[in-house]
């Protein structure tokens, strides 16, 4: 990333997010950094560009320019970056941190009305593409988006870093602190972190302005990821922090990995798998187990005389089971049904389904279902509900298993907490939805209770 002016860079700059998990080590979920501006010159970079294109001729090349509010800067950086060679330019109106100070990045990107005129200048100055690249740290990132449109912007990309803090250390420092005086700034948070930002962001640019091309970028760190944002209306992909967690081999394995996607579209075997991954077996800590519900017929705990009882159950169940039948079916290789899809046919798929609030059916309803056989009675789901949701679970005192009450309002809290993939499921309620809600509606104001000492909620007698 360059600009008109030369700057001395601050050191350190880019640190691992703290929304990584692990310490140390590549694969870190984020990183902040509080500066990404080159040291390089103008002249540095033309030179590079000129380079570049006659090195790799048939490749795409995207320089990325700023400056700050000024016409006639604008006018100068886009006609040398075009003359050099470039395909494309993208304005970068969106730094969060430095060139905001400086009246640029941030400072242009958060102003509609700066956009509109900034895009106005490089389109009278040059006839190749460009993008506006968009801040996520605004209300409304569709009015700006916008803006770019009616300024002549052949497309925006969507989104740059998350303003952010990373983490304060105990004795009151925070990381990166420059200086002998340990002081810091907000910086840009990026990586997988941002990803569900980045991915709003495209969505509502892409319903908002239908066929405006959309360059996503924000947390793509692996084929399913990019897939998510082309559904979501982007037209192509960037990628920056997964490269710095590993190298750019990256990118051919999510090219791999979007063509198996595609192929997976196509064939009618594959139509319950999640991309790439295959519906849940049932299972017991890993291993296949049989369906004790109906050797049994009733459930049993994975701990003391139930289990002892449990392994005899499926010993003798096994017994009697003829493992040569039912024979596995020979394997065969399935032959694309509908033909595979392309790219181009399945951006914006998702964008339809996306909508507001109003727009979703709150009679449609779901409750949790628990599939005894694959509990492993940890106790998250009852633990979760009980202090924090509706008190909808219940653990049975002998067996441990926990059981769904009609309490429950289908939230979906108890799922996301179970450490077994599909050990919970969400299906359709039976029968009509009733909400309770405590006191009947039309039923008056609670009367106040007078302020004379402890009041004993729940008398013991």
């Not at 500066?35 to 000129?50: D, G, H, N, R, V």
């Not at 509010?69 to 006609?79: F, P, S, V």
């Not at 405590?438 to 039923?443: C, D, F, K, R, T």
């Amino acid at each position: 990333m360059w600009y008109k002016d030369i700057v001395t860079n601050i050191s350190p700059r880019i640190v691992r997010g703290t929304t990584s998990g692990h310490i140390y080590g590549p694969g870190q979920g984020s990183f902040l950094n509080i500066e990404l501006i080159s040291e390089k010159t103008c002249a540095y970079w033309l030179q590079s560009i000129s380079e570049l294109k006659k090195d790799f001729p048939d490749k795409v090349l995207i320089a990325s320019i700023m400056c700050s509010y000024n016409a006639d800067d604008w006018t100068e950086l886009a006609k040398k970056a075009e003359a050099a060679g470039s395909d494309a330019l993208e304005l970068n109106l969106s730094c969060p941190h430095g060139m905001g100070e400086r009246g640029m990045g941030l400072a242009c990107g958060q102003d509609p009305e700066l956009v509109l005129n900034i895009c106005r200048w490089v389109r009278a100055a040059t006839t190749i593409p460009f993008f506006a690249k968009l801040t996520p740290n605004v209300t409304n990132i569709v009015t700006i988006a916008k803006a770019a449109h009616e300024g002549g912007a052949d497309g925006v990309t969507a989104t740059n870093t998350v303003s952010g803090l990373m983490a304060i250390r105990p004795d009151g420092s925070a990381w990166p602190s420059i200086g002998k005086e340990r002081r810091t700034t907000y910086g840009g948070v990026s990586g997988n972190a941002i990803r569900p930002i980045a991915l709003r962001a495209v969505t509502a640019i892409g319903r908002a302005l239908p066929n405006f091309p959309i360059l996503a970028t924000g947390g793509i760190d692996s084929a399913d990821a990019g897939f998510q944002f082309l559904l979501g209306g982007a037209s192509a992909l960037q990628v920056c922090s997964s490269v710095q967690n590993q190298d750019f081999t990256v990118i051919e394995d999510y090219i791999l990995g979007l063509k198996a996607l595609l192929y997976l579209n196509s064939l009618e075997s594959k139509k319950d798998w999640l991309g790439q991954s295959p519906p849940t077996p049932q299972h017991q800590l890993g291993k296949p187990i049989v369906n004790l519900s109906s050797v049994v017929g009733k459930g049993l705990a994975n701990f003391g005389l139930d289990k002892s009882e449990k392994e005899k159950a499926i010993t003798e169940h096994k017994v009697m089971t003829d493992i040569l039948e039912p024979c596995p079916k020979p394997r065969s290789i399935d032959a694309p049904k509908y033909g595979i899809p392309s790219i181009q046919t399945l951006v914006g798929k998702a964008l339809p389904m996306i909508g507001t609030y109003g727009d979703l059916d709150n009679n449609q309803q779901k409750v949790a279902l628990i599939d005894e056989d694959m509990c492993i009675n940890c106790g998250k789901c009852y633990m979760t509900c009980n202090d924090s949701g509706y008190q909808a679970i219940i653990f049975n005192p002998k067996t441990h298993l926990p059981r769904v009450l009609d309490d429950c309002t289908g939230c979906t809290l108890c799922v996301s907490v179970c450490p077994i993939i599909d050990c919970i499921r969400m299906v359709e309620r039976q029968g009509p939805y009733i909400p309770k809600r405590g006191i009947p509606l039309g039923a008056g104001v609670v009367p106040r209770i007078p302020a004379l000492g402890p009041v004993e909620l729940f008398p013991s007698s």
